[in-house]
Nanobody
Framework: QVQVAESGGGLVQAGGSLRLSCTAS????????MGWFRRTPGKEREGVSC????????SYADSVKGRFTISRDNAKNTLYLQMNSLKPEDTAMYYC??????????????WGQGTQVTVSS
């Protein structure tokens, strides 16, 4: 059974930092590209970042470019999102997901339950 679980969310002041983690089990982690998404009530889900199976390529939404960094440790089956210079508009539920293409094609078949990030002004 595949399980994907995010952690590391919380309340932070604007300008602060958080690091989200996502652990996956029940799958061969380094076969999968991994992505971070976020959703705010009343808005569509937004793709935040993606990293290929071996970490060689990453991509970011324009809204987070230069502030967020995605990384992975395949030995630990763990994905990370380092979020710096946080803004109130980064407030959202953050989700990680697994893409079996391995190369960030965008078809994610396993999702976590999310971790809440709240940035106060």
């Amino acid at each position: 059974q595949v399980q994907v679980a995010e952690s590391g969310g919380g309340l932070v002041q604007a300008g602060g930092s958080l690091r989200l983690s996502c652990t996956a089990s029940g799958l061969t982690f380094d076969d999968y590209a991994m992505g971070w998404f976020r959703r705010t009530p009343g808005k569509e889900r937004e793709g935040v970042s993606c990293i290929t199976w071996n970490g060689d390529q990453t991509s970011y939404a324009d809204s987070v470019k230069g502030r967020f960094t995605i990384s992975r440790d395949n030995a630990k089956n763990t994905l990370y999102l380092q979020m710096n210079s946080l803004k109130p508009e980064d407030t959202a539920m953050y989700y990680c997901a697994a893409d079996p293409s391995g190369i960030c094609i965008g078809e994610y078949n396993y999702w976590g339950q999310g971790t809440q990030v709240t940035v106060s002004s």
